[in-house]
């Protein structure tokens, strides 16, 4: 149970069904992450309730997140900032291997922490006002919350590293293209289309959501010899729950839907 005790004043919490609604609500400062923010997701994500099978993280006002609050940063010396990283770390762990899977609507600035906090997440919708930087490296600092491992993964090493070399920003349309964001809508509408998936999402087997979240990123770390030994592992798991049983069964027989319906 996600009382409003437990979290911050800037994060929004709601239960629509089976999903969760997580709102980044520090509008006035563009949403970025003080470490109450950022402390206030670790446990939303430590407290989200079994009936609970998706979230959503958006950002309220203008902008997704303009990345680290940087009059904090001002005041940590270099130990205080390997933890702090450290930190921002275990958080975003708590993200991608959370209990659920995680869908990111994104607009207006995705920056700094931010773009690490969507790419923390499984999916991420962009509407068009989407916009991407990594000014840490204009700021004089480097990335820490996750960036170097997971944004290369997306995008790859020579565009991030041209991001931070020249403060080079993408676009939406740019930045979908070059893998970002899965999907792209129109202004305003990233919140529905989220949904949708969500929803989808929410209606899979249990045990696939899970391959999916945290057995797949381990098999595509691992070498070939183990990754191809995981895979089968998970796909005997997978087949021999209850559940996957039915859901063949229901396609045989001409209950479930066709590919594409
Ligand atoms: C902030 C921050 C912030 C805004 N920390 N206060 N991130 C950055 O370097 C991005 C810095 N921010 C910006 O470039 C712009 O604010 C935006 C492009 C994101 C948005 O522009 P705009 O015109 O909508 O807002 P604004 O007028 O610039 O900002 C409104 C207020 O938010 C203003 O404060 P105010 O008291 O004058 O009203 C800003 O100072 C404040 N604000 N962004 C603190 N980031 C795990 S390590 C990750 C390392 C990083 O993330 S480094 C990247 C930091």
């Known amino acids: ?27 006035d400062k563009r ?19 079994s009936h609970i099978r998706c979230a959503i993280i958006y950002g309220i006002g203008k902008h997704f997140s303009a990345g680290l609050d940087l009059s904090e940063l001002k005041e940590r010396d270099a130990v205080q900032g390997v933890f702090h990283s450290r930190m921002w770390h275990r958080v975003l762990e708590k993200v991608q291997y959370g209990p659920v899977p995680v869908v990111a609507v994104l607009h207006g600035a995705v920056v ?44 790859g090493m020579a565009r991030m590293t041209d991001m931070m070399l020249t403060g080079r920003v993408y676009h939406a349309e ?3 293209k070059i893998g970002m964001a899965q999907y792209l809508v129109e ?21 696939t959501n899970y391959a999916l979240t945290h057995v797949l990123p381990r098999i595509v770390d691992s070498g070939q010899s183990e990754g191809l ?20 069964k229901d396609f045989l027989e001409g209950r479930a839907k066709k590919v594409g319906e």
């Not at 991420?124 to 989407?130: E, G, H, L």
């Not at 729950?241 to 859901?247: I, Y």
């Open 229 to 248: 030994l995981l895979e089968s592992m998970m796909a005997a798991i997978a087949q021999s729950a209850p559940e996957a049983k039915q859901r063949l």
């Open 1 to 27: 149970m996600i009382t409003e005790k437990l979290i911050p004043d800037t994060l929004q919490i709601r239960e629509e069904g089976d999903i969760l609604w997580i709102g980044l609500s520090r509008p």
């Open 187 to 207: 202004e305003g509408q990233g919140k529905e289309k989220g949904k949708e998936i969500a929803q989808k999402i929410a209606s899979n087997a249990g045990m």
């Open 174 to 176: 740019e930045g979908e």
């Open 112 to 155: 700094g922490g931010g773009l690490e906090l969507a790419a923390a997440c499984h999916i991420r919708v962009a509407d068009k006002s989407t916009f991407y930087a990594l000014p840490e490296g204009q700021r004089g600092i480097f990335v820490g919350g996750g960036a170097a491992v997971r944004l290369p993964k997306l995008i």
């Open 31 to 49: 949403n970025a992450f003080n470490d109450a923010l950022i402390l206030g997701i670790e446990t939303v994500f430590e407290n989200i309730p």
